[in-house]
């Protein structure tokens, strides 16, 4: 069973422009959330989506956003890039049937540094 | 607001030692607790999920436990490898969704 699998996995872009990292989750999960990783904050949640609504959102800026289709693949986009927008941005995927355990798998990562 | 703290950030122990890493919480009210681990730029990989009505889970050398009444979990490595090396991560989850909260991790160490 293949795992969640993220891409680009490295991209490197200038200030000012937009990026769109897409996820696609373990076959048979439905729900896939977004995380920030840096070096001084951490991990921290972007938003989730499960059948293609967003169900829970971080605290981040409106620069950043994200969709859901209906293969349960989601993309998310970084709009205006700023310097502090380079990270790892990684995404998690979990089966979410009712009672279940909530288990997060993640992904790879794609690293995007911003110029 | 949900915090967690994970304690030392950071841990050198020869091989061969069993450790222990901390994890604390500050609101009692979850779903769920998961460890992880993370190697250098690289995504995360699912160690042990607790839910909130289990006291521990166990695999092969790995021993978490989960305490809500005090907010604590703690994970156990047992006789340590240099393959150990890496950060844990501890995270809470307070429903059935995929927002969970992080702590900022201890970085592992193990030295041959």
């Known amino acids: 069973k293949a795992g969640v699998t993220q891409t680009p996995r490295y991209l490197i872009k200038t200030r000012g422009q937009q990026v769109t990292l897409s996820c696609s989750p373990i076959s048979g999960h439905r729900s896939v959330s977004w995380y920030q990783q840096t070096p001084g904050q951490g991990l921290q949640f972007l938003f989730e989506y499960f059948s293609e609504t967003q169900r829970n959102k971080g605290n981040f800026p409106g620069r950043f956003s994200g969709r859901q289709f209906s293969n349960s693949r989601s993309e998310m986009n970084v709009s205006t890039l700023e310097l502090g927008d380079s990270a790892l941005y990684l995404c998690?995927?979990?089966?979410?049937?009712?009672?279940?355990?909530?288990?997060?798998?993640f992904g790879e990562g794609s690293r995007l540094t911003v110029l | 607001k949900q915090e967690v703290t994970q304690i030392p950030a950071a841990l050198s122990v020869p091989e061969g030692e069993n450790l222990v890493l901390n994890c604390s919480f500050t609101d009692s009210a979850i779903y769920n607790l998961q460890w992880f681990r993370q190697d250098p730029g690289k995504g995360l990989t699912s160690l042990l999920l607790?839910?909130?009505?289990?006291r521990e889970q166990t695999s092969g050398r790995l021993n978490a436990s989960l305490d809500k009444s005090s907010g604590r979990s703690t994970l156990y490595i047992a006789a340590s490898q240099p393959g150990d090396s890496a950060t844990y991560l501890c995270?809470?989850?307070?429903?059935?969704?995929?927002?969970?909260?992080f702590g900022q991790g201890t970085t592992l160490q193990v030295k041959p």
């Open positions: 995270a809470v989850g307070s429903g059935n969704t995929g927002k969970l909260i």
């Open positions: 607790i839910q909130s009505s289990q």
């Open positions: 998690a995927s979990s089966h979410d049937a009712g009672g279940g355990t909530g288990e997060l798998f």
